[in-house]
């Protein structure tokens, strides 16, 4: 049996989910297609910048968060290891947005949101893992439903919301592109860890190629990452993933310079697991009845925590197109476009950042010595790439003024 509907999203993680929300509550016919029956840990993205909680308030997402899982904290505290102590940036006060950063639990956070799908009337089903594309006649996909056999649905639109490992991109015949270099990143759900709850605290260490970035999620947990320039990993090293390789992580951690004290009561809370970070991407995802947002689209290295605000930024750009017109092939276009243009600036901000902070050539660590000692002397020739992101300049003079060339 076939059932039709506008819009099939095949996903529903904040992706899906919120494209889901958005375009029910202005009446749209959606399925939602989830192969997960429960959330688990995946160690995923747990902290939202400013700018994509500014997505999240136009959404409608944010009270929703905040009132069932949401930390939000108002400080971002950093330091430079060999340049400069802690220093604490006030968010609130100096983000365009006026926004903390918002963190939670992923798992929770996917719960909430699928959850406002089901309430604004989008059809929400779980155990539904998508098999097949099917592109003769009206766009449809093929899914195992879980004591429910295989179903044929089809819709108006399919949406590729399936994350950053995502098979509607390779179904659709897209051109997956990947940056050549780039980070490993190991993340944690960590309990009795001494950190301060109030402020993101990020500890960044040039000169081991190395950051690590300490998520307060409220009620004493904390979400841990570690991230290392896939050049300087020894090939001796341990892997940062599996329960036996917890010490390897807090050594790791304490290397990017985050103070030893804070670990001496730590205990983990979920489980390790470490990713290549480097960026995927497709140019232009729209093509004939199918669309790709979120990581699906493109995966920014998540060691910089703009995934979730660029998949909100997806969905609401898309999400205002279809609302605004008939025409959805010109209103996918028009959203692939954009797509191409936000997460462009954002690949480029964080691929310069990426360069000056982290990459362990000498070169690199001779433009390092000079840029970073001006940068820290004179601040507005950083990135903004948590208060502003995708708006932030990126062009010829900011990077000349961040790699101090001026
Ligand atoms: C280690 C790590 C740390 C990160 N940290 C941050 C951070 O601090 N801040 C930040 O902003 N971002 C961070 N991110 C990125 C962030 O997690 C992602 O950008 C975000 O989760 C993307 O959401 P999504 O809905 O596109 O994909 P996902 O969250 O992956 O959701 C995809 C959904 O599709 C479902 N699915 C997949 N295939 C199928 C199928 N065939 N049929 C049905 N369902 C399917 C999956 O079960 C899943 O629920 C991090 C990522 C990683 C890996």
């Given at each position: 049996m076939t059932e039709a509907y506008d819009v099939i999203t095949v996903g529903g993680g904040l992706a899906g989910a919120a494209l889901a929300k958005r375009l029910a509550e202005n009446g749209m016919r959606v399925l939602v297609l989830e192969r997960e029956v429960a959330f688990r840990?995946?160690?995923?993205?747990?902290?939202?910048?400013?700018?994509?909680?500014?997505e999240a308030r136009t959404l409608g997402l944010y009270e929703l968060l905040l009132e069932a899982c949401g930390h939000e904290v108002r400080y971002w505290s950093d330091q430079l290891v060999g340049f400069s102590e802690?220093?604490?940036?006030?968010?609130?006060?100096?983000?365009?947005?006026?926004?903390?950063?918002?963190?939670?639990?992923?798992?929770?956070m996917q719960a909430v949101v699928i959850g406002a799908a089901a309430s604004a009337g989008a059809t929400v089903r779980r155990g539904a893992r998508v098999v097949e594309l099917i592109s003769n006649g009206l766009p449809g996909v093929r899914v195992h439903e879980d004591g429910n056999g295989e179903r044929v649905y089809r819709a108006r639109l399919v949406v590729g919301a399936d994350g950053r490992n995502s098979v509607c991109r390779r179904w659709g015949g897209f051109h997956v592109e990947r940056d050549s270099e780039g980070m490993v990143i190991a993340g944690l759900l960590m309990e009795?860890?001494?950190?301060?709850?109030?402020?993101?605290?990020?500890?960044?260490?040039?000169?081991?190629?190395?950051?690590?970035?300490?998520?307060?999620?409220?009620?004493?947990?904390?979400?841990?990452?570690?991230?290392?320039?896939?050049?300087?990993?020894?090939?001796?090293?341990?892997p940062l993933s599996g329960e036996a390789?917890?010490?390897?992580?807090?050594?790791?951690?304490?290397?990017?310079?985050?103070?030893?004290?804070?670990?001496?009561a730590a205990r983990a809370a979920g489980p390790l697991a470490s990713y290549?970070?480097?960026?995927?991407?497709?140019?232009?995802?729209?093509?004939?009845?199918?669309v790709l947002i979120g990581d699906a689209a493109a995966s920014n290295d998540p060691s910089w925590g703009c995934g979730l605000s660029l998949t909100l930024r997806d969905v609401r750009v898309l999400a205002d197109?279809?609302?605004?017109?008939?025409?959805?092939?010109?209103?996918?276009?028009?959203?692939?476009?954009?797509?191409?243009?936000?997460?462009?600036?954002?690949?480029?901000?964080?691929?310069?950042?990426?360069?000056?902070?982290?990459?362990?050539?000498?070169?690199?660590?001779a433009v390092r010595e000079s840029a970073l000692t001006r940068l820290v002397a004179d601040r507005t020739r950083s990135l903004d790439i948590v208060g502003i992101g995708p708006d932030f300049p990126c062009d010829e003079t900011t990077r000349r003024r961040f790699f101090g060339e001026d």
């Amino acid at each position: 049996m076939t059932e039709a509907y506008d819009v099939i999203t095949v996903g529903g993680g904040l992706a899906g989910a919120a494209l889901a929300k958005r375009l029910a509550e202005n009446g749209m016919r959606v399925l939602v297609l989830e192969r997960e029956v429960a959330f688990r840990d995946r160690v995923r993205g747990e902290q939202m910048h400013c700018w994509g909680v500014a997505e999240a308030r136009t959404l409608g997402l944010y009270e929703l968060l905040l009132e069932a899982c949401g930390h939000e904290v108002r400080y971002w505290s950093d330091q430079l290891v060999g340049f400069s102590e802690f220093g604490r940036r006030d968010l609130v006060k100096t983000s365009p947005h006026r926004a903390g950063s918002l963190n939670f639990y992923h798992p929770d956070m996917q719960a909430v949101v699928i959850g406002a799908a089901a309430s604004a009337g989008a059809t929400v089903r779980r155990g539904a893992r998508v098999v097949e594309l099917i592109s003769n006649g009206l766009p449809g996909v093929r899914v195992h439903e879980d004591g429910n056999g295989e179903r044929v649905y089809r819709a108006r639109l399919v949406v590729g919301a399936d994350g950053r490992n995502s098979v509607c991109r390779r179904w659709g015949g897209f051109h997956v592109e990947r940056d050549s270099e780039g980070m490993v990143i190991a993340g944690l759900l960590m309990e009795g860890l001494a950190a301060p709850e109030d402020r993101m605290s990020a500890s960044v260490n040039p000169r081991r190629s190395m950051i690590s970035l300490t998520v307060p999620l409220g009620a004493g947990r904390f979400r841990a990452y570690v991230s290392i320039h896939k050049d300087a990993i020894e090939s001796t090293a341990a892997p940062l993933s599996g329960e036996a390789n917890f010490p390897t992580f807090l050594t790791a951690s304490i290397t990017s310079g985050a103070p030893s004290k804070w670990y001496e009561a730590a205990r983990a809370a979920g489980p390790l697991a470490s990713y290549d970070a480097r960026d995927t991407w497709v140019s232009h995802p729209h093509r004939a009845g199918l669309v790709l947002i979120g990581d699906a689209a493109a995966s920014n290295d998540p060691s910089w925590g703009c995934g979730l605000s660029l998949t909100l930024r997806d969905v609401r750009v898309l999400a205002d197109k279809l609302i605004a017109s008939d025409d959805w092939s010109g209103a996918a276009d028009d959203y692939a476009e954009e797509h191409d243009r936000h997460y462009g600036v954002i690949h480029r901000l964080t691929g310069w950042a990426r360069a000056l902070f982290y990459h362990p050539s000498l070169v690199a660590a001779a433009v390092r010595e000079s840029a970073l000692t001006r940068l820290v002397a004179d601040r507005t020739r950083s990135l903004d790439i948590v208060g502003i992101g995708p708006d932030f300049p990126c062009d010829e003079t900011t990077r000349r003024r961040f790699f101090g060339e001026d």
